[in-house]
């Protein structure tokens, strides 16, 4: 099926059965495998638009069920009230991408690496607003993975993929996404785009990828961002130079913070070494993949 095809089930759900997908997906779900004992699902939900115009993209591993809902409820109401798919498509991922409260974090490790001054923007909490056009928001994988995990006692249930189990460079169904979205995303994008990978699995599957897109300049990969995800606050929080935790159990760790200042190192290199932009040329370059 097409996204559009999807997106029309959707847009002809009740709020209710969308809710009832969301928890399960079964008419959205479009590829299932599994790895050991574990069912790995992918399922279908508006993070489709590219924007080609593009002067920094942001890959997560994979929209969670968050992300997933934010983005799918907005599309619905876009769609019910008239929109294209495509219209809806560009809003829905706008407001699912990195929504939740890692959404903050995610603003304060962009602003603390320089983003703001390489795009001539007042901070990145306008990336999602008024300079929308400056960003490619999108995940290794592109659509909703979750995977089959066992609590202790040993009740089975579907939670988000992060990444690790089974690791994302590793399953076939994985691999073939890599190579067959993920690197002609990124060949897709402007030559002079930042790729900033959010986390080692993120981070692993954009360098993956790349194997299949040598025109890639390599030195606009951001490598090294933390994820911005609450389980991984820890972490973030100690590359932000912000790192008290009365919870910590181990010791802190100055790669962390040694990590950003050479981010904002690069960013900066990079910011210098470009050419003039002008700030008149906003084209919204969005457009289904």
């Known amino acids: ?34 790895s050991g004992w574990r069912r790995i699902e992918m399922a279908w939900a508006p993070f489709d638009p590219m924007n080609k115009q593009a002067k920094i993209a942001i890959f997560g591993i994979t929209p969670g069920r968050t992300q997933m809902e934010n983005a799918l409820k907005v599309y619905q109401r876009e769609r019910q009230r008239g929109a294209t798919h495509r219209e809806a498509a560009i809003i829905g991922k706008r407001q699912g991408a990195f929504s939740g409260d890692m959404r903050l974090t995610l603003i304060r490790i962009l602003n603390e690496v320089g983003i703001p001054d390489y795009l001539g923007i007042s901070g990145s909490s306008t990336l999602w607003g008024n300079d929308a056009d400056k960003v490619h928001f999108s995940s290794a994988l592109r659509w909703p993975v979750f995977v089959e995990v066992k609590d202790k006692d040993g009740v089975h249930r579907m939670e988000n993929y992060t990444g690790s189990t089974p690791a ?44 299949h897109v040598p025109a890639l300049d390599r030195d606009r990969i951001l490598v090294g961002l933390p994820h911005p995800a609450g389980s991984a606050r820890d972490v973030s929080s100690q590359f932000l130079g912000n790192p008290v935790n009365p919870k910590r159990k181990s010791p802190l760790n100055p790669e962390y913070r040694e990590t950003a200042l050479r981010l904002r190192a690069q960013v900066l290199k990079l910011a210098e070494a470009r050419e003039p932009v002008n700030p008149n040329d906003r084209d919204f370059g969005l457009s289904p993949s």
């Open 168 to 211: 994302v460079t590793n399953l076939p169904i994985f691999k073939e996404t890599l190579r067959g979205v993920l690197a002609p995303e990124l060949d897709g994008l402007p030559k002079d785009c930042l790729i900033a990978p959010l986390g080692v699995a993120a981070t692993k599957a954009v360098l993956f990828a790349t194997e």
């Open 1 to 34: 099926m097409t996204a559009k095809e999807y997106g029309d089930i959707v847009a002809a759900m009740s709020a209710e059965d969308l809710a009832r997908e969301i928890a399960d997906p079964r008419k959205l779900r479009f590829a299932a495998t599994k």
